[in-house]
């Protein structure tokens, strides 16, 4: 048998674990943009000025996001074994995004204070809208089998900015 032939299968399997491995990345990457985002909002000091890093990081995380939706979309679907660590990853980002915003969910009366609690909402719902769009792209690249295990994922991560979202609603 030629080398060729026997490496064409192998190649074949690189790039169908090359794009699990760059989901995964891009899931990564949200979950440590929003950590970062996490301890801009934790060690703000609640003046003005030093609240710029906060709008900025936010619209960091907004298109880090917007581009594992990217990645997610041109990926092919995932095998079952990247699928499960696909969903062990998206866990892990859940609790980063429930830590990033109970954080900002305390930081409230800070941005109160300084009219600043419309921005943050308005970036909340960005964000919001953003990670639904990154989830819909994951879950449709998921076996059917665990779509619904993906989808109910998706859904604590799109409660938990509902919570958040209710608080910084002066509407609600
Ligand atoms: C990818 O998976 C979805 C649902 O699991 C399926 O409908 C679709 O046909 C698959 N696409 C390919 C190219 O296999
Ligand atoms: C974070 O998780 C805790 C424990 O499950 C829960 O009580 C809280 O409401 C969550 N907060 C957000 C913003 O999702």
């Keep these: 048998m030629q080398l060729k032939t026997l490496l064409l299968p192998l190649s074949l399997a690189a790039v169908a674990i090359a794009d699990g491995e760059s989901v995964l990345a891009a899931i990564t990457e949200i979950g440590d943009e929003s ?3 996490n301890d801009v909002i934790s060690s703000w000091n609640g003046h003005l000025l030093t609240a710029i890093p906060i709008i900025f990081q936010s619209t960091s995380l907004l298109s880090t996001i ?5 990645t997610a979309e041109a990926s092919e679907n995932l095998t079952l074994a990247e699928s499960i660590q ?4 998206v866990t892990e ?4 995004v429930n830590t990033t915003l109970e954080t900002t969910i305390a930081r409230k009366p800070d941005f109160d204070k300084l ?5 943050i909402l308005l970036s909340l719902n960005q964000l919001k809208d953003a990670s639904g769009e990154f989830s819909d792209a994951l879950v449709s ?8 295990t993906g989808e109910s994922l ?5 409660d938990s900015f509902n919570y958040a979202i209710s608080i910084y609603n002066p509407f609600d």
């Design 115 to 119: 009219l600043l609690s419309t921005t």
């Design 86 to 89: 696909v969903a062990t990853a």
């Design 154 to 158: 998706a859904a604590e991560i799109e």
């Design 66 to 70: 917007n581009d594992g939706t990217e």
């Design 93 to 96: 980002l859940q609790t980063s």
């Design 35 to 37: 950590l970062v985002l």
């Design 141 to 148: 690249k998921l076996p059917e089998a665990l779509q619904p």
